[in-house]
């Protein structure tokens, strides 16, 4: 099991930047698992953003989002990084860390979806001001 937590999120001007961190506990094993990035608005479905490989390799990105974020990866520090550029005001959400057992749920492309994985973070705020 692993508990996952997210910083970083705060209030920034439209076309600004921001980094989300996501620090999962120790005791994980992270060579091999699938993690994402997801958002959601109030009253609306958890968008999934990003996918990506623990242990490195390809990375998945919404269109929503491509070309503007990227993911990065510290496993010294148990660490998993989403650099956010050229914000947009409909980037505002709460954004959520997520990880799974194992990487089926990057392999088979449902790293979208929020019931592919299992263990959450409480959410950090983005907000973004035009």
Excluded at 1 to 19: F, I, K, P
Excluded at 45 to 66: L, M, P
Excluded at 98 to 107: E, P, S
Aim: net charge positive; with cysteine.
């Amino acid at each position: 099991q692993v508990q996952l937590r997210e910083s970083g999120g705060g209030t920034v001007q439209a076309g600004g930047s921001l980094r989300l961190s996501c620090v999962a506990s120790s005791g994980w094993t992270y060579a091999s698992n699938c993690m994402a990035w997801f958002r959601q608005v109030p009253g609306r479905q958890r968008e999934g953003i990003v996918g990506f490989y623990t242990g490195g390799g390809a990375n998945f990105y919404a269109g929503s989002v491509k070309g503007r974020f990227t993911i990065s990866r510290d496993t010294a520090k148990n660490t998993f990084y989403l650099q956010m550029n050229n914000l947009k005001p409909e980037d505002t959400a709460m954004y959520y860390c997520a990880a799974a057992d194992g990487l089926g749920a990057c392999l088979d492309g449902r790293w979208s979806e929020s019931r592919a994985f299992t263990y959450w973070g409480q959410g950090t705020q983005v907000t973004v001001s035009s």
